[in-house]
Structures are given as structure tokens and as C-alpha cells.
């Protein structure tokens, strides 16, 4: 079993930046890809990143690439997301989940195995 808690949002204007972080409780998050997601208000949940176990390979959104970067840190059991220059249409509740450990990344929130309670973030402009 696996927990995942997500901490860092917050109500933050256009243009300034926030981390967010997940951690992790349970076994393998070395060897588990990770993932962010959002939803915002009347839309459906919708992929911003994801990392594999080894930091190695990334993917991101189009909407949030060259603004966010996902990273992590095995020791921590923690993930994170940091979001640059944002913006109003980032504002939403913010995910962390969990993969089957020896899995690769996918932007599929379906082969996620694990979730996180999410944290909102609302960005004013």
C-alpha cells in the first residue's frame, strides 16, 4: 500500500511560482514512476507530468512545458513540481499519483495505481 500526500498550493498571482510536493509513505517509490495531474472547476482531471523512477526520462503537458518541471528525490520518498510564470488557467486541484513499481512513465492517469488527496492552487491575475 502506498500514500501519497501532496503539500505546497496555495492562492499565489499570475507570473509567480510554487513547488509542490508529494510525499510518499510505503514500499519501492524508488522504482515507482510518478505523476501530476489537475482538475479544475467543471473539467476533467487532465495529466501535467510525469517522471520516471530514475529521473531519467520526463514527460510533460504541452500546456506546461518550459514552465513546470517535475522532479524527485529517492532518499525523501518525495516528488515535486515546480510551476513558473503561472498563470490563471493553471488553477486547479493538484494530484500526485503512483505507478506499479518497474513500470515506465505514461501521461495515462488509468495506469496509475496510487493517489493523493491533491492540494488547489488558485492563481489570480
Known amino acids: 500500500q502506498v500514500q501519497l500526500v501532496e503539500s505546497g498550493g496555495g492562492l499565489v498571482q499570475a507570473g509567480d511560482s510554487l513547488r509542490l510536493s508529494c510525499a510518499a509513505s510505503g514500499r519501492s517509490f524508488s522504482s515507482r514512476p510518478m505523476g501530476w495531474f489537475r482538475q479544475a472547476p467543471g473539467k476533467e482531471r487532465e495529466f501535467v507530468a510525469a517522471?520516471?523512477?530514475?529521473?531519467?526520462?520526463?514527460y510533460y503537458a504541452d500546456s506546461v512545458k518550459d514552465r513546470f518541471t517535475i522532479s524527485r528525490d529517492n532518499i525523501k520518498n518525495t516528488v515535486y513540481v515546480t510551476m513558473n510564470n503561472l498563470k490563471p488557467e493553471d488553477t486547479a486541484v493538484y494530484y500526485c499519483?503512483?505507478?506499479?513499481?518497474?513500470?515506465?512513465?505514461?501521461?495515462?492517469?488509468?495506469?496509475?495505481?496510487?493517489w493523493g488527496r491533491g492540494t488547489q492552487v488558485t492563481v489570480s491575475s
Open positions: 499519483a503512483a505507478r506499479t513499481p518497474f513500470t515506465t512513465p505514461t501521461s495515462n492517469e488509468a495506469e496509475f495505481e496510487y
Open positions: 517522471i520516471g523512477g530514475s529521473a531519467v526520462t520526463k
